[in-house]
DNA sequence: TTGTAGGCGTTATCAA
DNA sequence: TTGATAACGCCTACAA
């Protein structure tokens, strides 16, 4: 039933032949020196005692193990779930295994994770998802990035360059400024922000960029309609309920907000729906744009203006970005978002 | 710059004292026994030194390692990120890391993950995703689990009991014949069925439910009106303008078909695209219904009826399954879907 | 309570 | 080309 493991000791015996024989016959070591007959008697053997090398102790004779770390804040998020999508990928043609964590934003579990991975002697860590602007969590945790780093892993990260490691930034600002100016050429006038969670660096990225947009065709926002709120479908459907109570948006387009920007996709949609609850319609009496273009929410009715990301090529990207030899100074790569016009937001007459 | 590794015998040293108690005192192993004043000078040093644990070594030398492998189809797919959310919530609480694998169906990546697992000497795997009839790929992925699991790892699976291990079944054909008669009690009689992939058991299943509580009210469907296609949003795309080009489905609810039954939420709104993209209405024209309630897509307009699956638990229920000892038996543990009508499928006059 | 020494399964060095 | 044998870093009887 359950002999024990058995080792490559075991299939060299089996074999005839000597432990460090065995070792090379299996894994064809650097120096490929094992003559074809011995080397097949040892597969052989190996197959018949159905062998199975212990990665755990080869990771300890070789020094290096095949594994790397992720962590992202919310793998339910489709956001995280594409990005973790572009790195099992670009993991698995590095011959390498990716251990998942999902830490929903609490910097002690990421903490934890890095060191968890320090320990394992992964290869590489690779950390998705914005920061905050909690200045001690940033710090602590590029301390424990920079600890590993040290050692030799490889690192990389998306979202804010402020960990002091390879890193592929998303251009907030320049996708959203760009959106408000398309709106703006659309007929918009009249602007409201859904716009995330104080800390949020992205959301407050995205919140800038749309509105230092809108400043540089002269049109501003005032504080009155911009809305903090989770980042989530559901702070989404709070900040809309908000903006209608206070009266900024009726029916008709008559109100005082034609648009309304909210900084991600699912925040939009939440958006959406709490307009339609509120007896309002989308495009009809408001116009509604997000940020993302998550591919499950393509078909949403009315189709979402938006940002898109290449979400999976993000996540290949900075695989290798943690994969590839640690330079000096940290790389910064900018991806580029695309504004992509769609039935929630038609020309304004 | 990069010293070589602290290792425990640099602690003890540091320390003044043997490698056997600053291994006690770092782990507090089994018994409890080293005095709180050598305890802390180990502790210190191990901290001054900045020691980090090799958990390769402590894996070998301990026998046991700390890693949960998991199998997905498809990490993007939001049902499937849904699962691996509850699963990497239940593998935090029992203290293990999870190593994913995303392998796009492909039996033979299934297998690989198997048996690089097997090499990791993972506490368990976890299989997520519906088999398909290929009766080869299942006996060799059962038998890659059999073996892996009688070296005493453990295994469970969500899906099909097929595969001979502790599984989380879902109640599919139950869901829908409970949904095909909810349909008929809201006035449907005549019923198209976008029906998944031939070989495809889950999509069997759902579609087999649903007929067989439709027959068991008296309505037949007959072949015409059942189209096979990809289990994706672009699968329920083209099913649906199938049906459409192929007449049984026009404007005022007049054609051949009342409602169509998607045998997932994805195809479901694919298959209202095209619905719209044929000019059509939903439900105007024809009432749609899937299956998974994914939360993404809970603000879809019309709201999608559909029948609700608990992932999350799910995820955290083979979880247990898999970490549990294993029985003689394996352990079958159905998971109902709840039928949720929503304004796809209105009553109709 | 602490220390000594053997072992975990491989790889790698160095002779033969 | 092959074979002893020493690491690799840690845990754990067993002995002191």
Redesign the pocket.
Known sequence: MCRM?V???DVAREAG?????A?RA??G??NR???PE?RDKVLAAAHRLRYS??AN??A????RTTALGLVVHDIADPYFSMIVSGVTAAAERAGLMVTLASTDRDPERELAFVDLMQRQRARAIIVAGGRTDDADANTTLADALAEYSSHGGGVAVVGQALLGVDTVTIENEASTSELATKLHGLGYRRFAILAGPQGHLTARARFNGFRDGLAALGVTIDDARVVHCAFTRDGGFEGMSELVSRGLISAGGAGPVDAVFAVNDVMAVGAMAAARAAGLSVPGDVGIAGFDDIITLRDITPSLTTIRLPLADIGALVTELALSPARAEPRIVPVDGEVIVRDSTPRRG
Do not use: C
Not at 17 to 21: N, Q, R
Not at 60 to 63: F, K, L, T, V, W
């Open positions: 493991t080792t490559l000791s032949v000597s432990l460090a024989t070792s299996i894994n070591s650097s020196t094992v003559r011995l090398p212990d102790a080869q300890m004779a070789r020094g």
